[in-house]
């Protein structure tokens, strides 16, 4: 069965890349093969420097199919070099950037850029590259690549996943606010795409019960919330509909908090011992340690163990600068 399996995945590349090359012009048929050869290897400087000298040759409707092969490793080009930090990345953004004014930004197109917001968003555990991939969302945003209205929610969500990193540090927020901005970050961007399983249940209840702790929480808290909103916009915007109704009427916000969460209690359960379990545990909650945990976009958490980088080296973004005049300057 796995061998059919295998065989079947091999014919349909095989039919795709049978597809794509009659969408070319013959004269670059050899180049595309090689081009989609190296990208098997993951050896997407190659891939973009082939493509690159097709486009020159050539950059008409006929060589919409190299400028797609362009879009999908692009993401994957920016990705290796932040993780290999081999000072590329500076000169493969540039390109990029290039690429992306040449291009027409239909669906497709956007779709490919989503894809590179998602896989550098993910990246972020990297200190250095912070302040670039801050840059980078900046660029995008200001450019206005993304149209369609789902592309700009995940654009949303990269900077709401930036604020998280400053946040989770900042003193003047406590564990609570904290706790219900990640609540707010996953009600919006990582619930919706969960299955209806445990998992997806456990983040709804998690949800709701940091709701009905800023129901408790917000009054006597109103500078805080206040500063939130003035120094992480995106992170408030998340929270803010909740805040509202609890400015508006605390009691029914609760109340209504309170009912959504009995249909995930034992059987039996009343309210008032539901209202008492959640007393004593936003007691735990406000006594808590901190323990920073950031938010990400995408599909998923990227973990991996980061190289120390000296104050004295050269920075990985490929500057040129040692890194503590460049990505490490506090």
């Known amino acids: 069965m796995g061998q059919n399996i ?22 670059f048929h050899k180049r595309v093969i090689e081009a989609l050869d190296y990208e098997k290897e993951e050896d997407y400087d190659k891939v973009e420097q082939i493509c690159q000298e097709m486009l020159k040759e050539q950059n008409d409707r006929e060589m919409e199919p190299v400028k797609i092969i362009l879009a999908r ?18 000169k493969d953004l540039e390109a990029y950037y290039k690429f992306l004014d040449s291009i027409q930004m239909n669906s497709l ?28 969302v900046e660029h995008i945003e200001k450019k206005g690549y993304l149209t369609e209205e789902m592309y700009q929610k995940t654009l949303a969500s990269a900077y709401a996943s930036m604020e998280s990193y400053s946040y989770y540090g900042d003193s003047k927020i ?13 009600r919006a961007y990582v619930i919706p795409e969960e299955k209806m ?9 998690d949800a709701l019960t940091n709701d009905w702790y800023i129901c408790q929480y917000y009054e006597g808290h109103e500078d805080e919330f206040a500063y939130i909103e003035k120094e992480y916009p ?7 509909e909740l805040i509202d109704a609890v400015k508006k009427e605390k009691e029914k916000k609760t109340e209504e908090t309170v009912d959504a969460l009995m249909q995930y209690v034992a059987e039996g359960t009343e309210k008032e011992q539901l209202k008492s379990l959640l007393q004593n545990s936003y007691n735990g909650v406000k006594e808590q340690k901190e323990r920073p945990q950031m938010v990400h976009g995408g599909k998923g958490t990227y973990h991996r163990t980061v190289e ?14 040692k890194y503590k005049q460049c990505c490490g300057k506090e």
């Not at 197109?109 to 991939?133: A, D, G, H, I, S």
């Not at 406590?174 to 996953?186: C, E, H, N």
């Not at 120390?308 to 600068?321: A, E, V």
Request: hydrophobic letters at 30%.
């Open 6 to 27: 295998q065989e079947m995945n091999k014919r349909f590349e095989e039919k795709k890349r049978e597809e794509l090359l009659q969408s070319v012009p013959e004269k």
């Open 73 to 90: 490793i692009y993401p994957r080009l920016l990705r290796k070099d932040v993780n290999d930090s081999n000072q590329m990345y500076q």
């Open 109 to 136: 197109m956007q779709e490919y850029l989503v894809e590179t917001l998602v896989r550098l968003c993910e990246l972020m555990e990297n200190p250095w590259y912070r302040p670039l991939f801050k840059e980078f």
């Open 174 to 186: 406590s564990i609570i606010v904290k706790t219900a901005l990640k609540a707010g970050y996953d």
């Open 197 to 205: 399983d445990s998992t997806r249940i456990t983040m709804e209840i």
């Open 234 to 240: 995106h992170s408030y915007a998340l929270i803010k």
């Open 308 to 321: 120390k980088i000296g104050r004295n080296d050269l920075c990985p973004c490929g500057s040129g600068k």
